[in-house]
């Protein structure tokens, strides 16, 4: 079997005399096809789409369930209110870093908010098993990210990549976000911790984060707009440079025995892995991957031409999309059934106490304590 890969049809053809005039426009048309063939080289596992695609579904589903939920504890009456999804306690990552610290002081977890804290306990186990597949997997904004990205591949035949000293400032950025909160949150004494998450703000955090996006005002859809675009020109921005969660994430996965290993026996040096890899990682000079910003997407697995050069799994054990894939929905379901079983999933605020806070959430007393 030939091992072998031409790169060469990666490159344009060399235009001998001097680029003006036709010369030029034949060197320009050369430029975007080589653009063009770069970008079609960058491919993703079926599998990984599939489990992107379910989360991306169950998370809009809890959100229109609980969009739901908060209009009819807006009407008046006492009727019963219609079920409330936990799951959206998923975007409310800093209720669930509180909470688990809350839970180490007092050795309970607090009923307000327990499927944040329980779901950031879901990732963490994750991210420790497969790295960081809450980012390249599961999360719905990565699944966004990486569709503008293809969007921007698309268009333009390329994603941009940022000057490495900047690159590097930024990608600085989230550790410092996450520092900050971590540093905010181990500042407050025990009670002053547990007093935040029973406050009135944080009773609904969850409503007021709904009602930004439904009211979104100029400066925050400007905002989003500019980081769509920006994830359109550069693959991963908000990810790789400001989201504290996958900070968070990676952390842990730094401790993950499963890493892209690559055979140096059999690879070409071609260098398409390292074209592909949305972390931006020396996938091609290095016997294995063990960065922090490793997202365990095995996007380099898939778009390299040499079977066998590139693997993602453990020593001696290649581990398949489709392992990959049962393992991510077994260990996400076992959190998820172990969290139901010992009732640690659904809040215990009433009907009577959702209607009466969110009726008020907009006024002064349900303001930021930290104000």
Not at 104 to 133: C, D, E, Q, W
Not at 187 to 196: D, S, T, V
Not at 202 to 225: C, Y
Not at 331 to 354: I, P
């Amino acid at each position: 079997m030939n091992n072998t890969f031409d790169v060469d049809r990666l490159k344009p053809p060399v235009i001998k005399h001097k680029a003006t005039g036709k010369g030029q426009l034949f060197r320009r048309y050369f430029d975007r096809r080589r653009q063009t063939l770069r970008a079609g080289i960058h491919r993703t596992s079926l599998w990984r789409i599939g489990v992107q695609s379910f989360f991306t579904l169950v998370s809009l589903w809890s959100g229109w369930r609980f969009a739901q939920f908060v209009k009819a504890a807006q009407l008046p009456g006492d009727a019963p209110l219609p079920p409330r999804p936990p799951s959206v306690e998923g975007y409310l990552p800093i209720s669930g870093l509180m909470g688990l610290v809350d839970w180490f002081y007092h050795g309970s977890l607090n009923v307000i908010h327990p499927a944040a804290t329980m779901l950031l306990l879901i990732f963490i186990a994750i991210s420790l098993v497969l790295r960081k597949a809450f980012c390249g997997w599961i999360c719905p904004v990565g699944f966004i990210s990486d569709n503008l990205a293809r969007l921007g591949r698309a268009i333009l035949g390329r994603n941009f990549r940022i000057w490495k000293g900047a690159d590097i400032a930024l990608r600085s950025l989230k550790y410092l976000i996450l520092a900050f909160f971590i540093w905010a949150i181990y500042a407050m004494p025990p009670m002053a911790l547990r007093a935040f998450i029973e406050s009135p703000y944080n009773k609904v955090a969850d409503a007021k984060m709904l009602m930004f996006f439904v009211n979104i005002g100029m400066t925050g859809a400007v905002v989003i707009g500019l980081l769509i675009l920006l994830s359109i020109l550069v693959q991963g921005f908000w990810c790789r440079y400001l989201c504290p969660y996958g900070a968070l994430m990676g952390l842990f996965s730094w401790a993950s025995p499963v890493k892209v290993r690559r055979a140096p026996d059999i690879c070409t040096d071609c260098g398409i892995c390292d074209q592909v890899c949305p972390s931006r990682l020396p996938v091609m000079t290095k016997p294995q991957i063990s960065s922090v910003e490793c997202l365990g997407c095995g996007d380099c697995v898939v778009s390299c031409p040499v079977k066998g050069a590139l693997m993602i799994g453990i020593p001696e054990q290649k581990f398949s999309f489709r392992r990959m894939t049962a393992l991510i929905l077994i260990l996400f379901a076992t959190g998820w059934g172990l969290a139901q079983l010992t009732g640690t999933w659904q809040s215990h605020l009433s009907d009577s106490e959702y209607r009466y806070h969110i009726e008020r959430m907009d006024s002064d007393d349900y303001g930021h304590p930290g104000r």
